[in-house]
């Protein structure tokens, strides 16, 4: 048995969980907070950017804390906070934009499993206010649904390619 972070386990693993994108305002800041409410005690949960904005989107605030979910301790960070010696052992790191798909990312300490799960970026939307807050809505929902089939995954029982691609299948829900 062991404490981690305040939690007592039984030989259970935390796994640390990165979510990209380029300027970690919205996506992958709806993706942290998701994954961890929902998988608190199992998963841990973190959001960077390639070239962050520096603040989180107020709709995706918004859409989180209609959630009810906590928003706090959210920031928007570089992914270089994450790529250094003394940063959390990543096992798995997903892209959730196109765009930082595409780019060449810093080597992560753990040498994570990763997968592309992009959805548009709500951010970009130019129109009505009620429009983008739907729309930020329907990718929180987007990503709720992938982390969902993600957490239901029987990790410790799957081999690394089956996993792999049921990383990627999910991606494409």
């Known amino acids: 048995m062991e404490t981690v972070n305040g939690v007592l386990r039984v030989n259970d693993k935390v796994y ?3 979510f990209l994108c380029t300027g970690n305002s919205a996506r992958s800041i709806m993706a942290e907070a998701m994954m961890n409410y929902l998988g608190r ?5 973190y959001s960077a950017g390639s070239h962050p904005t520096g603040q989180v989107n107020s709709f995706a605030v918004e859409v989180l804390r209609a959630m009810k979910l906590p928003v706090d301790t959210l920031r928007s960070k570089s992914w270089d906070e994450f790529a250094t010696l003394d940063a959390p052992q990543l096992d798995f790191a997903f892209t959730v934009c196109d765009n930082a798909a595409g780019e060449v990312c810093p080597v992560w300490p753990g040498q994570p499993m990763t997968a592309h799960w992009g959805v548009p970026d709500p951010a970009a939307f130019d129109g009505p206010p009620e429009q983008k807050r739907e729309l930020f809505r329907e990718i929180a929902l987007t990503l709720r649904r992938r982390i969902e089939l993600f957490r239901a995954l029987p990790l410790a029982d799957l081999d690394r390619i089956s996993l792999q691609n049921r990383l990627k299948e999910i991606g494409k829900r």
Request: aromatic content about 12%.
């Open 41 to 45: 005690g199992r998963f841990k949960a």
């Open 16 to 18: 640390n969980v990165l």
